[in-house]
């Protein structure tokens, strides 16, 4: 007997309760799928001896093999970080003169995007994870303060420039 979506959506929530919706629904994906799987195999037998009653396939034919796109090697599952992994306060984390990754505790100017792939986790789930906005930059208040600073004299040598084009005096 299939499971229905909805028993399946509650086993995959009660399972994976802590982590984030996306992930939930990931899994949830793949457990739809599997339970397609499991009732397609479950109903192979049935139709296969009905074929071989009326000269169709022998009922010891060998299962079809799997799609191309299943062969591939399973990728070991990814570590979920809760915020019980967390080593570092995400509201003390970023400061005037540096940010600390609240994974590893390990302490920078500006946290990149090279350094949570070691970790094996995107810009917008460590965000997420910490609980900072998505427009939230992920480095020291100076360092922010000074980028700003060099933006604004960039733009304003520009527009200097273009005022120069325009009017040679």
């Given at each position: 007997m299939?499971?229905?979506?909805?028993?399946?959506?509650?086993?995959?929530?009660?399972?994976?309760?802590?982590?984030?919706?996306?992930?939930?629904?990931?899994?949830?994906?793949?457990?739809?799928?599997?339970?397609?799987d499991i009732e397609r195999r479950l109903s192979a037998p049935a139709a296969g001896q009905d074929a071989a009653g009326q000269g169709g396939l022998p009922a010891t034919a060998e299962p079809q093999s799997p799609a191309p796109e299943e062969k591939s090697a399973p990728q070991p599952?990814?570590?979920?970080?809760?915020?019980?992994?967390?080593?570092?306060?995400?509201?003390?984390?970023?400061?005037?003169?540096?940010?600390?990754?609240?994974i590893c505790g390990q302490r920078f100017n500006t946290l990149t995007a090279r350094h949570l792939k070691n970790h094996d986790i995107s810009v917008e789930e460590y965000k997420y994870l910490c609980g900072y906005t998505s427009a939230q930059k992920l480095m020291s208040f100076n360092l922010a303060a000074t980028m700003a600073r060099n933006v604004q004299k960039a733009q304003a040598a520009r527009k200097a420039r273009l005022q120069e084009r325009e009017n040679p005096a």
């Open positions: 299939p499971l229905e979506d909805k028993d399946i959506f509650n086993a995959v929530f009660d399972k994976y309760r802590d982590q984030p919706i996306e992930f939930v629904m990931a899994q949830y994906e793949k457990a739809k799928l599997l339970n397609r599952p990814r570590k979920r970080f809760t915020k019980k992994d967390l080593v570092a306060d995400p509201e003390t984390a970023i400061t005037d003169d540096g940010i600390t990754c609240c």
